[in-house]
């Protein structure tokens, strides 16, 4: 079959977050199977990268998009591009995350690589890309064909994270613009699934809110991990070293890292004097250095990194992967790639959502408050349960999330008529 994966971000090797390794190990695995064309936003400095989009055994149609980074002429132009999502987010009532994915110009350019490379299906990342589902819709129609195949792979419900802000914020003001966040993406998410044949969602718990709020021909399909590349080879050192793995740019890994090192560690290291901590990820170092000098944080037994690109030395030797994720969407890459590892985790019921409960014994599940620091304690001087956990991780991946089984589930998909 020929495929067409739509996605916003460039899956390159270095491309730092969960989600865009996700959308990188799918596109591999699908073209093993598949003819696969990538059609990416491409960000200023990324236009080199191209080459290791293609070495997966895929074709590339890069499609200029300016953000932040954009300079000179380019970034007065993101601003006026910005601007005019905002207006349509007035007028649409959809979050204006979602139309500043929108313009005429990625239109125009995504109806004129699905018409030249005439694909079977075409797959769509992210809920933030789902106006151009509207779109490739609006072009079949006009064909009048009933092909290609729309599927939408949602990653996670914009919804979800806001409303958990909400109940969180203890700001009656902050909570009341977070709902109304919320109540834009409710609106988006039911208006997407109309656009598409299919809407995959990767989480058991999304799939029934979304059913919930009115959504349709939706199917659960999680995201996973390579197992031929990625391998259990646990063999922590001595002492006792904490690791936290995550982009910085996203806001619950930041949450995460304030509740690291500001709650849990004093605990930790008060009781347990030569423990460490290593926080990896694209913007640690700015971030941690934000609240105290790199060299101070050091002498208190924690590190940041920064981006790593091969993290396979620091996960063997660590003794425990921690992420106290207060809020969040959709899967956590991070925890699928610990337990692929066969690292010991300890994390919050948010960052276990759609992977594994209690009492299936993979995981140590605590909340996100006092009580965590003591179950990471208690997982440090267990070793056996330690191990004992991270073997049923290991297992638990290979059963549900691994790629070669997903890419099976969705081909099935992709062949419905």
């Not at 806001?162 to 988006?188: H, M, T």
């Not at 004097?273 to 990896?280: G, H, S, V």
């Not at 993290?311 to 956590?332: D, M, N, Q, S």
Request: charged share 25%; net charge positive.
């Amino acid at each position: 079959m020929k495929i067409l994966v739509l996605t916003p971000y460039l899956p390159h090797r270095r491309v730092g977050h969960g989600g865009g390794t996700a959308v990188r190990d799918l596109v591999t695995w699908l073209a093993r199977r598949h003819e696969v064309q990538v059609a990416a936003l491409v960000r200023p400095g990324e236009e080199s990268l191209s080459g290791e989009v293609e070495e997966l055994g895929v074709s590339l149609a890069p499609i200029p998009f300016r953000d932040r980074k954009a300079q000179g002429s380019d970034r007065m132009a993101m601003l006026i591009e910005r601007t005019r999502a905002w207006g349509r987010s007035r007028i649409s009532g959809f979050p204006w995350y979602v139309e500043k994915y929108w313009s005429p110009e990625i239109s125009r350019q995504v109806l004129s690589i699905a018409e030249t490379f005439d694909p079977d299906v075409i797959q769509v990342e992210y809920l933030q890309m789902a106006l151009l589902v509207r779109d490739l819709r609006r072009w079949r129609h006009q064909r009048n064909a009933t092909a290609p195949l729309l599927v939408l792979n949602s990653h996670e419900l914009g919804s979800l994270p806001r409303e958990r802000r909400a109940a969180r914020a203890s700001n009656p003001l902050a909570a009341y613009a977070f709902k109304k966040q919320a109540e834009g993406w409710r609106r988006l998410q039911v208006a997407s699934t109309l656009w598409a044949d299919r809407t995959l969602c990767v989480t058991p718990e999304d799939h029934t809110l979304f059913e919930n709020m009115g959504g349709r021909n939706l199917v659960t399909v999680p995201l996973g991990m390579d197992l031929l590349r990625i391998r259990a080879d646990w063999d922590p050192g001595q002492g006792l070293r904490l690791l936290f793995v995550g982009s910085f740019d996203h806001r619950p890994n930041r949450l995460a890292a304030t509740f690291l090192v500001n709650t849990m560690w004093p605990a930790v290291s008060a009781a347990l004097p030569e423990a460490r901590l290593t926080i990896i990820g694209r913007g640690s170092r700015s971030f941690l250095s934000r609240m105290d000098s790199l060299e101070s944080w050091g002498a208190k037994g924690v590190e940041a990194l920064g981006f790593v690109e091969d993290l396979t030395g620091l996960f063997r030797k660590c003794h425990l992967f921690v992420a106290p994720l207060p809020e969040g969407g959709g899967i956590k890459i991070k925890i699928l790639e610990a337990m692929a590892r066969g690292i010991p985790v300890v994390t919050t019921p948010v960052g276990a959502e759609g992977i594994s409960t209690a009492d299936e014994g993979a995981i140590v599940i605590a909340p996100c408050d006092d009580e965590f620091a003591p179950a990471v304690l208690a997982a440090a001087q267990d070793p056996a349960g330690c191990r004992r956990r991270a073997e049923t991780a290991r297992h638990l991946i290979e059963t549900r999330f691994s790629w070669a089984a997903i890419t099976d589930q969705l081909t099935e998909i992709y062949q419905e008529k």
